[in-house]
């Protein structure tokens, strides 16, 4: 960076805040804004909402067994679209300003197709332009592979792009704009006392988002906690810009005055649970079920082995991402001929709720709140698992709204 280099923003603008016309102009203005106050301002944007789910459905309905690196080629095109047209709306209003793909910078990632992670961002070409005056807004999502192909990055991974080019861009801060102004205790469309929170650490922001806020893509977090990338969360609908922090700083924990014992609540509906009935209870049957399916790349979230009432059989009931569950299922029919179970018991009608508070380091008592307020709405849970900061349980799918409220109230998390 020469002397006289301005200090740099990353602003990233979600769907709906690109969904039209304009809703670019709108994002063109605020960035104006952010210029206009001295900042060379890298722009990052999704697909307008919808388009990416429309590509992906189309490439589904080409062949529902296509090629990964066509289905990135496609559902990576809907970014080109957005940050093409945000270029022409700054241009249009004074704001000298170029669009990028993934693999012009180039944002270098592995070849996992689908969800590729990335290794390596080079700023340079963006950093040659802001030395000339041209602002750059990038398409979210998108990579390029050691193959030379074009990688996306998950869904929601627009949120990861913005976060991994602010760190190379060391930038001061990456502002997520979205559709909500802040990161809430919980999802604010199904809990209307939801708060907003002023400041997340990132732990529990991981944690939250891992466990289903969707707010933030989790990689994004994680991205943001190794390389301290100072990230705020806010909206693109009240006209305001970063500098007075309106949204949801993601920061350390001791930047955090306020300690709570329970941060949030999430929930997730991509969940699969499936119960072997009556295993043998003896050493090795545990390896010789989650083994084949650690082999397959299948990822099991949540365990529970009962007791056996005749010290003889057992049940074993675990979940895993409702992608990964038809997969599973056949994994277990080819590799547990020699267990002997009864037989394969299936829910998909499930949900996880979790309560996050790193409060839960220190005191005791979060898990059985949880429990006493679930029984007292009649809700059964069918799996627990719980980590330092994290208590999560499987309930029907149908509780998911009912429980959530009942656990903000109980844990005090409710606004006015
Ligand atoms: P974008 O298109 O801008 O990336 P997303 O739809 O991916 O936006 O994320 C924003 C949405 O996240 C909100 O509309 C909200 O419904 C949801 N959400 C879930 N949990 C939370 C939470 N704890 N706080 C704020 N928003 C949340
Ligand atoms: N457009 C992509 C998606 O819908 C990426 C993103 O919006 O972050 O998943
Ligand atoms: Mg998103």
């Known amino acids: 960076m020469s002397a006289a280099a301005k200090p740099r923003l990353v602003m990233k603008f979600g769907g709906t805040s690109v969904a039209g016309v304009e809703r670019i102009r709108n994002v063109a203005a605020l960035v104006k804004r952010e210029v ?5 301002v890298a722009v990052v944007v999704s697909a307008m909402s919808g388009e990416t789910n429309k590509l992906v459905a189309l490439t589904r309905e080409m062949s529902p067994l296509h090629d990964a690196r066509e289905y990135d080629a496609i559902a990576s095109s809907g970014e080109n679209v957005t940050a093409g047209l945000t270029a022409i709306a700054l241009d249009t209003i004074g704001v000298p300003a170029r669009s990028w ?13 689908g969800s590729a992670s990335i290794l390596d961002i080079d700023p340079k070409g963006i950093e040659d332009r802001f030395a000339q005056g041209t602002m750059a807004v990038v398409a979210g999502f998108q990579g390029i592979s050691p193959e030379g192909r074009i990688t996306t990055l998950g869904r929601g991974g627009s949120d990861t792009s913005a976060v991994a080019l602010a760190a190379a861009l060391k930038a001061e801060r990456c502002d997520i704009y979205t559709d909500v102004d802040g990161v809430y205790t919980t999802d604010p469309r199904i ?13 529990e922001m991981l944690e939250m988002a891992s466990l289903g806020a969707k707010v933030l893509q989790t990689r994004s977090v994680e991205m943001a906690m190794i390389h301290r990338v100072k990230t705020q969360v806010l909206s693109s609908f009240d006209g305001q810009v970063g500098a007075d922090l309106p949204g949801t700083l993601v920061c350390d924990e001791d930047e955090i005055m306020e300690k709570r014992l329970v941060s949030g609540i999430a929930y997730s509906r991509d969940e699969a649970k499936i119960t072997l009935v009556k295993v043998p209870d003896r ?14 790349g299948i990822n099991v979230d949540m365990i529970v082995q009962n007791v056996s009432d005749d010290g003889k059989t057992t049940d074993m009931t675990f979940t895993t991402g409702k992608a990964d569950f038809e997969r599973a299922l056949k994994v277990l029919e080819d590799n547990l001929h020699d267990i002997r179970h009864e037989r394969v018991s299936t829910d998909t009608n499930v949900v996880k709720v979790s309560v996050i508070g790193v409060g839960m ?10 429990f006493k307020t679930l029984a007292e709405k009649g809700i ?14 499987l309930i029907a799918a149908e509780y998911t709204e009912l429980a959530v409220r009942a656990l903000h109230t109980a844990y005090g998390l409710d606004g006015p």
């Open 101 to 113: 793909a993934g693999w012009q910078i180039p944002i270098k990632t592995d070849g996992v197709h």
């Open 361 to 370: 380091r220190t005191h005791a008592g979060v898990a059985q709140t949880m």
């Open 191 to 203: 809990v209307e006392k939801a708060r907003k929170l002023d400041k997340i650490s990132y732990e």
């Open 380 to 393: 059964n849970i069918q799996v627990i698992s719980t980590s330092e900061i994290k208590v999560s349980v």
């Open 36 to 40: 206009e106050n001295g900042y060379d």
């Open 283 to 296: 050493p090795g049957v545990a390896a010789a079920i989650f083994s084949p399916l650690a082999d397959a």
